[in-house]
């Protein structure tokens, strides 16, 4: 996290190539990531978090 977002973005498009799937099943499996995190907002399982809140819990850890 400390690394330059640019950094940061070609450092996880490096280790996408080197497991050797293709980026549209990534992008298919974060589609369906999606949709099951709206479908639990909708069912009221979970409540969104504003983005200052989640990063301060993500960088609180």
């Given at each position: 996290m400390r690394l330059p977002d640019q950094?940061?973005?070609e450092l996880a498009?490096?280790?996408?190539?080197?497991v050797g799937e293709p980026a549209d099943q990534v992008e298919r499996a974060w589609i369906d990531e999606a949709k099951r995190r709206l479908a639990a907002i909708e069912r009221g399982e979970v409540q969104p978090v504003a983005w200052p809140e989640a990063r301060e819990r993500?960088?609180?850890r």
């Open positions: 950094d940061r973005t498009l490096r280790l996408l190539d080197s993500i960088f609180a």
